[in-house]
């Protein structure tokens, strides 16, 4: 049997999305010697990334991860985490971050703006379709507003953009947090695909390092500070193995569904996603421009019942509004399974979503009767290791020099895109543990 590999640095960093890459970078850039640990592997140049068969591989359960209620999740295990699947959203900070617990992002968050030109896309890549939307909301007094993003259409190699952006962006206008990873690598840092953790190594109440399988083979790491940001699910899977207790107890998903509705015109599955929103944030719910991808679209819709799928024709003349509810902190995450239920309150909500955006579709021209509503989606897990339950306001936990930093430290659900705050939050806290020494 070949001996063990072990790695030594002085900060290890689990994870390699927005929160891991954005601290491994800032880390490495100031000197630090950073090992940074990523489960899955760099897809971006495989001829199916960004593809249907795609996420088949570099999803978890190839996509068809499921809680235990029948809500889809999709967990990206990739190079970059959930910015290889997401639609290139960008939101600040909720106030509530600052006003109630003293986290102020303002700085790390005009940085980044600047830095990676986040802004909304021009009026004529926006979508004839998606604009039509907005215009009704507009009309019907809702305050929709173009959509600021992560994607500059100047960095594409051919920008045409569309539905499919989900499964992977193939045409390189969408920011991916492998670059921050790259970046990190390029300043000195160590990085390791296929390195998938399995446990945290501790002295007493002291981490020492990680352990786990690097190509398969077993590899130990070790570190004077741990940075946890495997995501929503797998830091509380992590922190459960090293016997932290009420790691996963209560998980927020930014729930979603997309109301469809059907007109004579062409429908928005062709243009970029979400490029306009309306934020409600007195009702607790977002709405944005989104459909499925086309083949994706009968898989979806089979789920809310078998004719559901009959309607797949009419996907080129399909008006998709998604609806992102703010919801409670409710279930867990569990080592093999997950639980989210919805409170009375979240379909209160939901419910009231739906008919402001039935509203909007008649507005828009679509047929009453072809409106209908997908099956729930959990998009954003977090809430699973929150800040005042258990890290403290620097992201520290229980066990000395064990930090998190992804979405799994929201006190509660954003609501609204989340990667934004994320790399904030990774800027704050690698200057907490520069300034540490």
Known sequence: MAAQTVFHADVIVVGSGPGGATVARALARAGRQVLLL??????????????????????ERGSFLFTEE????????????????????????????????????????????????????????RGAASTRLAQAGLALGQLWQPQRKFMRPTRSRCFDCSANCMLGCRCGAKWNAAEYALDARAAGATLLTSARVTKLLRSGNRVTGVAGFHHGQPFEARAETVVLAAGGIGTPRLLQTSGVAGAGEGV????????????KERGSGREPPMTWSWHNQAEGYMLSTLVDPWLLYPLITALSGWRRPLTWPNWGRSLG???KLTDEVAGYVGPTRISKPLTSRDR???KAAETVVRRMLVEVGAAPDSI????????HPGSTVRIGHLVDIHLRSEIEDLYVCDASVFPQALGQPTVLTIIGLGKRLANHLLARG
């Open 348 to 350: 209160e909500r939901l």
């Open 70 to 125: 029948g809500m889809q999740v999709v967990r990206p295990l990739l190079l970059g985490g959930a910015t290889s699947m997401y639609c290139g959203c960008a939101a600040p900070p909720p106030v509530w971050l600052k006003d109630r617990y003293g986290i102020n992002l303002d700085s790390e968050v005009a940085e980044t703006v600047a830095e990676l030109g986040i802004a909304a896309l021009p009026a004529e890549l």
């Open 252 to 263: 927020t998903m930014d729930t979603t569904t997309i109301v469809y509705g059907v007109t």
């Open 372 to 379: 209908f509503s997908t099956p729930l989606r959990g998009t």
């Open 321 to 323: 509004v998604m609806m």
């Open 38 to 59: 990523e489960a899955g592997r760099d897809e971006r140049q495989r001829p199916d990334y960004g593809t249907y068969l795609g996420p088949l591989r570099y999803a």
